[in-house]
């Protein structure tokens, strides 16, 4: 079988074929040479143009019988440039994860460390909008390296930035999405950094499983609201990390509380966060209060962490410090 070639960001589809029970697609880089990418051809081929294809192979889906491809046998030998690895992770998609990850960020890149931050949210994506990178595409340095966008005083990469368009879906499989995550690891060009943030998609499933294995992770951030459907799905995240090994740093509790006339409002309940926390032993790191204006912020691109007052910047500011 074949496919029609198309364009993609590094190479582009040339055709692929069965050899006995592996599949093999021939992709053509931008020097003309060919790589072959491992996969199921008939789900994958469609949306090659999203990946890239570097020295010597892009290895996607299942490796071949006694060969690891793509995947450190050390888990320590992932990311050497970065000092500390944190991770920022939910149970729960529309806790505001991504919020915090950002702000928490930005406020230690004010405290002078070089920080990067890792948009590992395949397929939902907001790093690029939270820091007004949107508009911006992946790109190569002299060095055949993935450039990071650079904004607020981070290094910056996404999947989201990786295709033609900011809202080109990138319909995955899950092998494919975590290899093109650890290619991200390798093939950005990070330089050194005190701190690489990365921010996970919700839930417990192939993604963070593999970051947790692959990566020497310092600590894991929680992030929840109060309510009761946000905790439930937050418990199986820490379970997940303290099986994995990882340390949890703590919990952070978003969207805690509305100020209203000098009185604070609990619209999703009270105190999820902190009885999380006590239950599982670990530290509670704070409140953030629901700031409408933290919300036009983060559409605008502008972090709150940034340009905001110094009672919206309070709480971000707070993590960072325990966090450094």
Excluded at 58 to 75: C, F, K
Excluded at 98 to 107: D, E, G, I, L
Excluded at 165 to 191: F, H, K, M, N, Y
């Amino acid at each position: 079988m074949s496919v029609r070639a198309r364009k993609g960001v590094r190479g582009w589809v040339c055709g692929f074929h069965r050899e006995g029970l592996e599949d093999r697609e021939e992709v053509g880089d931008r020097d003309g040479g060919r790589r072959r990418v491992f996969g199921d051809p008939e789900a994958e081929a469609r949306f090659v143009q999203g990946l890239f294809v570097s020295e010597p192979l892009v290895q996607l889906g299942r490796p071949r019988p006694g060969v690891t491809y793509g995947h450190s046998s050390h888990p320590n030998d992932r990311a050497p440039y970065a000092k500390h690895v944190v991770v920022f992770t939910s149970g729960k998609g529309g806790v505001g994860k991504s919020t915090v990850a950002v702000n928490v960020a930005v406020a230690l890149a004010q405290m002078g460390k070089r920080v990067g931050i890792l948009d590992a949210d395949v397929h939902g994506p907001s790093i690029p909008r939270l820091l007004g990178v949107l508009a911006e595409r992946m790109r190569w340095n002299d060095r055949d390296k993935i450039e990071p966008i650079e904004n607020f005083g981070l290094r910056i990469m996404s999947v989201g930035l990786t295709t033609p368009e900011s809202d080109t879906p990138l319909v995955w499989r899950s092998s494919v999405a975590t290899s093109a995550l650890i290619q991200l690891l390798d093939d950005v060009d990070w330089g050194e950094l005190d701190f690489l943030i990365i921010d996970m998609p919700p839930g417990t499933g192939d993604v963070q499983l593999t970051i947790a294995q692959e990566l020497r992770i310092r600590s894991a951030v929680v992030v929840t609201t109060p309510q009761p459907v946000a905790t439930d799905d937050v418990r199986r995240a820490i379970r997940m990390l303290l099986e994995v090994g990882v340390k949890v740093a703590g919990v952070v509790e978003n969207m805690s509380y509305l100020e209203v006339g000098g009185q604070r409002i609990y619209p999703f309940g009270r105190g999820g966060g902190r009885a999380l926390s006590e239950d599982y032993g670990v530290p509670f790191l704070g409140e953030i209060p629901l700031d409408p204006e933290v919300g036009s912020m983060s559409d605008s691109g502008t972090p709150v962490a940034a340009v905001g007052t110094e009672s919206q910047r309070a709480p971000f500011v707070t993590i960072a410090q325990k966090l450094a």
